[in-house]
């Protein structure tokens, strides 16, 4: 069973920045594909930045040129550096891990908010 447990979310003023982490457990985060998504309320859960266990980034539009994802398996942890923060990005943001044999986990979520 994988446990991811994320940390970094806060209150930030627009234009600030912030580092999301996202620790894994076990033995499977080198081999496994990682995700950053999103939840405001009243909205669906979206993808916000993904990152393969090669390396390989994609990233919502709206966060193109400001959101980074980053990982370093030798500590089974996978970032989000979030730069020119927007009140728009306001939300819960969840880890999500998916191993080689299709199985997703979700982190609990953290909360991020941007003021305006």
């Known amino acids: 069973q994988v446990q991811l447990v994320e940390s970094g979310g806060g209150l930030v003023q627009a234009g600030g920045s912030l580092r999301l982490s996202c620790a894994a457990s076990?033995?499977?985060?080198?081999?496994?594909?990682m995700g950053w998504y999103r939840q405001a309320p009243g909205k669906q859960r979206e993808l916000v930045a993904a990152?393969?266990?090669?390396?390989?980034?994609n990233y919502a539009d709206s966060v193109k040129g400001r959101f980074t994802i980053s990982r370093d398996n030798a500590k089974n942890t996978v970032y989000l550096q979030m730069n020119s923060l927007k009140p728009e990005d306001t939300a819960v943001y969840y880890c999500?891990?998916?191993?080689?044999?299709?199985?997703?986990?979700w982190g609990q979520g953290t909360q991020v908010t941007v003021s305006s």
């Open positions: 076990g033995s499977i985060f080198s081999i496994s594909n």
């Open positions: 990152i393969t266990s090669g390396g390989t980034t």
């Open positions: 999500n891990l998916r191993d080689v044999w299709v199985r997703i986990y």
